[in-house]
């Protein structure tokens, strides 16, 4: 399973961006694609996931209310749609995958990675 990560760049505050996550090589019958960021010098933290039939989603308290994960794509793309973006948001965010229905917020749950996409948001 390879996923690909694209669309970071330099926002301002109050502003929007759209990140995109390719995934191939999945059978797609129970998978979860997360999104995860890592700022300079912490953890990667768990930002929002979705289940690829798109009847589930979780968000981190963070974020919610400003991201949103898509439910569907074409082409094997999921969205996360950054609105309101805060200096806070800075960071690599990463795609990731998990094989099953169960959703879970650790990194260490997740197998596959995409190679991540640095979004800065100046104040």
């Known amino acids: 399973v390879q996923l690909q990560a694209s669309g970071g760049g330099l926002v301002q505050a109050g502003g929007s961006l759209r990140l995109s996550c390719v995934v191939s090589?999945?059978?797609?019958?129970?998978?979860?694609l997360g999104w995860f960021r890592q700022a300079p010098g912490k953890g990667r933290e768990f930002v929002a996931a979705v289940s690829w039939s798109g009847r589930s989603i979780r968000y981190a308290d963070s974020v919610k209310g400003r991201f949103t994960i898509s439910r569907y794509g074409e082409h094997n793309t999921r969205y996360l749609q950054m609105s309101n973006v805060e200096p806070g948001d800075t960071a690599v965010y990463y795609c990731a995958g998990r094989d099953g229905s169960l959703f879970y917020t650790e990194d260490r749950n997740y197998a596959y990675w995409g190679q991540g996409t640095l979004v800065t948001v100046s104040s």
């Open positions: 090589g999945s059978a797609f019958s129970n998978f979860i």
